[in-house]
């Protein structure tokens, strides 16, 4: 068991008809609960560093840990850079031995975002890792926009034929009703438009904020070809900081370590339950 690619385990996934769940860490406990929570599975996992995270942890750390981890969990890992603008940080990310990286251009013209993939794609190929782009605008539940002008930055299915061919990505990340962060109501997923973009397109497609959708939208929507699924907001919010501020409030002695065990645990207990709902129909 080591670092795997993003292209392996979603090809895997697309003959099971299951989706791989994609998850971002931003410290050592809850990286930990990541590849626990898969390993209880039997399941490979996707661990996601944002440039953010990465900032904290150096690319050398990021690889060696999440190498470690792999190794001591004995459960295959893609180890991915999540929404990377800058190609020159994608380049450092591929060098150091990542096996996915995801170039984020997707808030640029689409001459341009195919500009920018092309040159992911053509640096990362050359060492076997995989490529993730975005084609509409996924965005976040922060930017203030309007429901209508939310649907203007949905991905075009004819669109997505073109720009996959154009830059010969891997997976390919679709705007289809989902935001980052927590949804003030209940979020409403574009199915039709997931199947249209899958009858055209021959790359696995990913779902990007999965915090907050139910498990029947998840699992309607990785039968019409999602096979890559991310959260991250959960992780941050329950796996973290609700453990943490529970802690330090309840907190007798001075053992950290009763803190960091319930991370590790409680993030583990997610990415499991996860996993579970995404392999619905793993046989
Ligand atoms: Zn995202």
Do not use: W
């Not at 099971?16 to 399941?43: D, M, P, T």
């Not at 926009?145 to 930055?153: P, Q």
């Not at 390919?172 to 973009?197: C, M, N, Q, W």
């Amino acid at each position: 068991m080591s670092l795997v690619t993003l292209k392996y385990v979603l090809e895997e996934a697309r003959k099971g008809n299951y989706a791989v769940g994609a998850f971002n860490f931003f410290g050592l406990e809850n990286l930990q609960g990541i590849v626990l929570g898969a390993s209880r599975r039997k399941s490979p996992v996707i661990a996601m560093a944002s440039t953010g995270a990465l900032k904290m942890f150096g690319e050398k750390v990021a690889v060696a840990t999440t190498r470690a981890l792999s190794e001591e969990y004995e459960t295959d890992v893609v180890l991915h850079l999540d929404h990377c603008t800058d190609l020159d940080l994608l380049y450092r990310c591929v060098d150091n031995g990542f096996t996915s990286v995801m170039i984020d251009a997707s808030s640029k013209s689409f001459d341009e975002n195919i500009e920018i993939t092309r040159k992911a794609v053509a640096y990362a190929s050359r060492y076997g890792v995989s490529v993730e782009a975005e084609l509409g605008h996924v965005g976040g539940r922060e930017d203030e926009i309007s429901v209508d002008e939310r649907k203007a930055l949905f991905t075009v299915p004819e669109d997505a034929r073109r720009f996959v061919e154009a830059t010969g990505i891997d997976a390919l990340a679709v705007a289809v009703g989902t935001v980052h962060g927590f949804y003030k109501s209940e979020p409403k997923l574009d199915f039709e438009r997931i199947a249209a973009i899958h009858a055209l397109v021959d790359v696995p497609l990913v779902l990007h904020g999965g915090t907050g959708v139910s498990d029947a939208d998840f699992i309607r929507a990785i039968s019409l070809g999602v096979r890559k699924i991310n959260v991250g907001t959960e992780l941050r919010v329950h796996g973290f900081f609700d453990v943490m501020c529970k802690g330090c409030k309840d907190a007798v002695d001075d053992d950290p370590r009763k803190i960091t065990a319930k991370i590790k645990s409680t993030c583990a207990d997610i990415v499991e339950q996860k996993i579970a709902v995404f392999e619905n129909k793993k046989n």
